[in-house]
């Protein structure tokens, strides 16, 4: 599987759709960071957790687009036909989609080292603050439901119509905006709970509620996942 997994890497790395991830993630980052989060967010500090989960919550969309043109690799007509030969092989065909997937969320994992590497050296250059491991729980928070959701939700859509795909590409923007979107719902608690804290600057908190909220996409993506690899 590893051969299978390094092989898969591979393709996407040099697609044409990494490419272009790779150039316009730093570069819509550094507009979401200049224009936006150095003013800091909910009268929060621009290094604050929260300016960095609001951050992430704008700049989510753009990798769970670039995941699903990743996830069209395994969903085109020509990739529907070459699926009859390798379900042909002895390979487990469990371990060769988890490959796969495998594959898919490397290459996102790419993508959000682009846009935390612009958040961390503005940080850096323009407040001097380096205490990088406070921020791992809000870019948990922020990037893996929704990358979590629409791989799976990608994978299983296209295994009943590949057309599906590009409709779910539609809706990352739709439902990052609409209010009740994940998107949406995210960025309001990292920009409106500090207001309600009643305290300047807040510690970084998470309710129970907003954990279970975003440990529902995120579930609800794995059980898509695993569903996609099984059929």
Do not use: H, Q
């Not at 998470?206 to 898509?224: E, Q």
């Amino acid at each position: 599987m590893i051969k299978i997994y390094g092989y898969e890497l591979r393709r996407l790395f040099l697609s044409k759709y990494m490419a272009a991830l790779l150039i316009l993630t730093p570069i819509y980052c550094m507009l979401v960071l200049s224009g936006e989060t150095v003013l800091g967010t909910a009268n929060t500090a621009p290094f604050s957790a929260w300016s960095l989960g609001s951050y992430l919550c704008r700049v989510a969309p753009l990798i769970c687009l670039g995941e699903l043109l990743f996830v069209t690799f395994y969903t085109s007509g020509a990739e529907r036909l070459a699926s009859a030969i390798t379900s042909a092989t002895p390979a487990d065909k469990l371990r060769y989609a988890f490959a796969r997937c495998g594959a898919v969320l490397t290459c996102v994992a790419a993508a959000t080292a682009c846009a935390l590497a612009p958040a961390f050296i503005f940080m850096k250059i323009l407040f001097g603050w380096t205490d990088y491991p406070d921020l791992f729980i809000p870019a948990l928070i922020a990037l893996l439901p929704p990358a979590l959701f629409y791989l799976g939700a990608g994978l299983l859509a296209g295994r009943i119509r590949p057309v599906l795909v590009y409709l779910l590409m539609v809706s990352v923007f739709a439902l990052s905006g609409l209010p009740g979107g994940w998107g949406a719902a995210a960025g309001r608690f990292f920009s409106e709970f500090p207001l309600a804290a009643g305290a300047l600057d807040p510690a970084f908190a998470i309710p129970a509620g907003v954990l279970g909220a975003r440990a529902c996409y995120a579930g609800a993506g794995a059980a898509m996942l695993i569903l996609a690899a099984l059929s």
